[in-house]
């Protein structure tokens, strides 16, 4: 008779001086164990009606009751933490399957994982550079890797982003567009659909919605400013600048550890500090490329491959659901008795 009782992680976890004794008395049970399943096999192999002793039976379910009691013993948060682990593991299970429901409405939902770019203001600033970077970092996180990502590991083949009308991210301004197109053409995008919300409707953004939970954190929250000693003289003047970046990096670190302890409708939030510095702007397209490829509009910008097989090959089934590729701009319509019609007038 084999009873094999594993219990994993308990001492490993267990925070209480008592865990060293459960740990000995563990291995002692597994030792009388391993002994009784010795003399049982000698016993059967010794019975002419193959039955084990009563007695023996009795000793068996002793050995098992106290290894009960000891998994009971173990600490409370212990038994906390794998919980939580657990739960977290049930949670990117759920997510997985719902990226590959596709065309299925389970597979859409309001929240996701959070990743926040934390930048020192005095040294850096919002632009789209930074908002271009962010993009890129975002993409190689392993959290986003089952809603970004394909199997093989590329890129999505749509991608659709909403943000606010700031002059760093409206994709009216000529540097958003150029990152944008940047991030096509890097990432072979079947589509990238770039939109904003009308005037008066940003409290309907995502990003939004992200601040009440993150600034709770931050209550009763003091940063360290002169972690590495103080860069400011009696007037409060900078006077080493270098000193300055180092303490303004380790406060974001400190921010960032903070916030990545977070969750968010269940989902992971990852903060991470991002030091000064900026890429390159990229080269704008010619005009011919851009007239093929690009569409404009008040408050949305597309970037979608052409039909052309010698400059674009499509990834996605995009095209048979957009017969002319790019999304149509809306038109007014007005209710007849008989149906919906244009309001050609308006």
């Not at 000693?229 to 990096?249: A, C, K, Q, W, Y």
Request: aromatic residues 8%.
């Amino acid at each position: 008779m084999n009873v094999l009782i594993w219990v994993s992680g308990a001492f490993a976890n267990a925070d209480t001086e008592d865990s060293s004794n459960l740990e000995e008395e563990f291995v002692e049970l597994e030792a009388a164990s391993a002994e009784h399943q010795v003399e049982n096999t000698e016993e059967i192999h010794g019975e002419d009606d193959g039955e084990i002793p009563k007695m023996k039976k009795l000793k068996m379910k002793t050995l098992k009751s106290q290894v009960l009691q000891m998994v009971q013993r173990l600490p409370t948060e212990s038994r906390r933490r794998n919980r939580i682990k657990t739960e977290k593991e049930e949670k990117k299970q759920e997510t997985q399957n719902k990226v590959r429901m596709l065309g299925q409405p389970q597979a859409v939902g309001y929240s996701g994982p959070t990743f926040i770019a934390i930048r020192s203001g005095k040294h850096s600033s919002s632009t789209a550079n930074t908002h271009a970077q962010d993009f890129e970092a975002l993409l190689e996180l392993e959290e986003f890797r089952p809603l970004a990502k394909t199997d093989h590991g590329l890129v999505k083949p749509v991608v659709i982003m909403t943000v606010d009308g700031g002059p760093d991210e409206n994709p009216r301004y000529q540097k958003v567009i150029g990152f944008a197109i940047h991030h096509f053409k890097r990432h072979d995008l079947d589509a990238l659909f770039l939109s904003i919300n009308a005037p008066g409707r940003s409290a309907y953004n995502r990003v939004e919605r992200r601040m009440a939970p993150i600034s709770r954190e931050l209550a009763g929250l003091i940063l360290p400013h002169y972690h590495f000693g103080s860069h400011l003289d009696e007037r409060g003047v900078t006077i080493d600048e270098h000193l300055e970046r180092s303490n303004f990096e380790f406060a974001g670190n400190v921010l960032a550890e903070v916030w990545s302890s977070m969750e968010i409708d269940g989902y992971n939030v990852t903060a991470k500090y991002v030091g000064a510095g900026e890429q390159d702007l990229p080269d704008f397209p010619d005009i011919k490329w851009y007239s093929e490829h690009v569409r404009e509009s008040q408050y949305l910008l597309q970037i979608v491959k052409c039909k052309n097989t010698k400059c674009c090959c499509s990834r996605s089934g995009l095209f048979r659901l957009l017969d002319n590729r790019f999304l149509p701009p809306p038109v007014k319509v007005k209710q007849t008795v008989d149906d919906l019609v244009l309001d050609e007038g308006g």
